[in-house]
């Protein structure tokens, strides 16, 4: 039933590590909360288990490709220390609903662009970065994960974007 259950969450989420880390979370589940059910009922239990735990994933993902796809703006203009990039998030608009198939790829290959910029950070920033706007830290929180002091964060974030709007303009992306 392992491998089974293993293929069929490979083939949705077609990310090896995904796979074996929603696989991972369904049984923990699994044991965690059902640990005192007959033994019959678990293979099914299981089975629900990770269908909500692939659907869990999914909206996750989708919310974060969400936040870089509409991403308007990096601001990073040399003036603004305090720089937040959810700020900078904006919902769609009615006009966006109805984008065309160009725009829509435009976009597409614009956050491939992004990503690509974050992957070419230094460990730190990237760290920062990502702790900050991804996973929505304060300071503080960022600070405490990474065991440094808040301007260590500060800076890092403050470099991360500097650096993601040079890669960015470089590549012909104006925030």
């Not at 491998?3 to 699994?30: G, N, P, W």
């Not at 909360?33 to 099914?44: F, I, N, T």
């Not at 065991?147 to 470099?159: F, N």
Request: hydrophobic fraction near 35%.
């Amino acid at each position: 039933m392992e491998k089974r259950a293993f293929k069929r969450t490979l083939y949705h989420v077609r990310d090896e590590e995904a796979a074996l880390d929603i696989m991972q979370d369904s049984m923990i589940k699994l044991a965690t909360h059902y640990g005192d059910k007959p033994p019959a009922e678990l293979p099914l239990l299981f089975q629900r288990i990770l269908s909500n735990t692939m659907l869990d994933w999914f909206r996750r993902r989708k919310t974060r490709q969400a936040l870089f796809s509409n991403l308007s703006d990096f601001g990073a203009d040399g003036d603004s220390e305090e720089f937040d990039l959810l700020e900078t998030f904006q919902g769609s608009s009615d006009a966006e609903m109805g984008e065309s198939a160009e725009d829509h790829i435009r976009r597409k290959q614009i956050f491939q662009q992004i990503e690509a910029g974050i992957q070419e950070l230094p460990a730190r920033q990237r760290e920062a970065f990502l702790l900050r706007y991804w996973e929505e830290m304060d300071v503080s929180e960022t600070a405490a994960a990474m065991g440094c002091s808040e301007g260590s964060v500060k800076t890092h974030c403050s470099r991360a974007v500097h650096a993601l709007s040079r890669s960015l303009k470089a590549k012909g992306i104006q925030p």
